[in-house]
C-alpha cells in the first residue's frame, strides 16, 4: 500500500487542522491506520490508531479530548482532526498502516504541523 499525507500547514496556537492520508494498493480496509509524529531534535512518537472497522481507537495522552482519529474505507482515506492545537504538536505527522497487531511496515511520507504561539 502506498500511503500519501496531506492538510498540515501553520496555525496558530489553539487553533485546528485536519490531516488526511490517502491510501492506494492493496485493501485500505484490510489495515489498522495510525499517525505517529515526530519533533526535531526528538524521537517519533505515536499519536492515535484506528482498527480496520473504524470502531475502536487509542490515543496517545498528550492528545486525547483534542485529536481525533477516523477513516473512511469506502475513500481509502484516514483522517486526523486536530483541536486546541498546541506549541509542542509542532513536529512531521506521519500516517502508517499495519497488517497485523502494532507492526506498521507502511508509511507516508510526512506532513508538518507547525504551531505558533
Known amino acids: 500500500v502506498q500511503l500519501q499525507a496531506s492538510g498540515g500547514g501553520l496555525v496558530q496556537a489553539g487553533g485546528s487542522l485536519r490531516l488526511s492520508c490517502a491510501a492506494s494498493g492493496r485493501a485500505f480496509s484490510s489495515y489498522t491506520m495510525a499517525w505517529f509524529r515526530q519533533a526535531p531534535g526528538k524521537e517519533r512518537q505515536f499519536v492515535a490508531a484506528?482498527?480496520?472497522?473504524?470502531?475502536?481507537?487509542k490515543d496517545a495522552d498528550t492528545v486525547k479530548g483534542r485529536f481525533t482519529i477516523s477513516r473512511d474505507n469506502a475513500r481509502n482515506t484516514v483522517y486526523l482532526q486536530m483541536n486546541s492545537l498546541k506549541a509542542e504538536d509542532t513536529a512531521v505527522y506521519y500516517c502508517?498502516?499495519?497488517?497485523?497487531?502494532?507492526?506498521?511496515?507502511?508509511w507516508g511520507q510526512g506532513t508538518l504541523v507547525t504551531v505558533s504561539s
Open positions: 502508517a498502516a499495519a497488517t497485523m497487531g502494532n507492526d506498521y511496515e507502511y
Open positions: 484506528i482498527n480496520r472497522s473504524g470502531v475502536s481507537t
